[in-house]
């Protein structure tokens, strides 16, 4: 696929172009941007900015993508294109060819202008500007006109606008949980999804793992496993914090959260760093006293206790280190769903993905 994004300058092409080169890379497609300056910089200053000149560009950058495209290189190009006959020749030439006219109103582009292009050449200080002395002739026929007029433009809205009308399919994987993050820990530094569309990921994530752990319950089920409750009384030990026991206290009776709410942010603290919660904890300095991070059963019960936290917390800062905690410690539920088979742990792994989403939802 070749894709052009026709607009004058200052019309917000280059940026749109950017953003959506980023989300095409999603697609696990090769994508090529290329940018109509960027192009007559690489090539060198050998044309100028007359007609002619811009002529022999523009069928420069339609030949570079028909070769592109025919190397099986998807091509993104964000140009002025004012000649018909070159966009005529693309849709003749180039197979899967799209254009996208990125739609502003002069006096719009002359307020947006950064380069002061405009007031230049209306002041008659430079020539060949187009839109002041080279007239612009809108694409003849757009597969796509984009109307970006607006000062409080959403450019994510006009990239997805640009996805949905082309139908370019996007990889849905959810990148923090393709692993099992207790043997392989992700820290949490970059993601290629931003806004909406991470929650969007997030949620089919979720959705795909609370499907999963119900499927695997039911066969379970008709094999005559039991499901559970655990019960504990006794959280503390020689000196040391049962982290279960704690955890099962906690979710059952409300009376204990805020006795225990300095320990669970400092145990929040102590997951931050090694992804892991162990069996015990040494009860002075809540510090691991155990090598032990394997029972199961222990994430999906912080996360319930932490849900637990989150929807009684007041504070609008500490609520979101809380929804913080419970994110990574449902993404490590989600990357290891494979080797969680007790009925009692699937149980509870499907109730702290279900009401985690209904948190994140409130977000979207």
Known sequence: MVIWLIGMSASGKT???????????????????????????????????SIEDRRVNAYRISRLCEFLNFQGVNVLACVLSIFHDNQKYNKNNIPNYKEVYIEVGFDELVKRDNKGLYKKALKGEIKDVVGVDIDFKPP???????????????????????????????????????????????????????GYDFFLNHESDREKSIVFFKERLSYLANRDAEFVKPYFNNHISNGHLLLKNLLVCLLQGDYELSKYKDIILILIKRFEVGKKLYLTYDLEEIRKSSLEFKDYLNYPLFSLVLQKYYENEESAERKLIYLNAI??????????????????????????????????????
């Open 327 to 364: 994110l990574k410690v449902n993404d490590i539920i989600s990357s290891i769903k494979q080797d969680v088979i007790l009925p009692t742990e699937i149980k509870y792994c499907i109730d702290a993905l279900e009401q985690e989403l209904s948190v994140t939802r409130r977000y979207i």
């Open 15 to 49: 940026t749109i172009g950017r953003i959506l080169h980023d989300k095409l890379l999603l697609s696990g497609e090769k994508w090529f941007f290329l940018d109509g300056d960027t192009f007559r910089n690489i090539l060198g200053e050998d044309l100028g900015h």
């Open 140 to 194: 003849y026929s757009p597969d796509l006109v984009i109307d970006n007029n607006d000062e409080n433009v959403n450019f994510q809205k006009i990239v997805n606008e640009i996805f949905l009308k082309f139908n370019i399919p996007l990889s849905d994987a959810y990148e923090y949980t393709r692993n099992s993050l207790l043997t392989s820990p992700h820290k949490y530094q970059y993601s290629k999804f931003q």
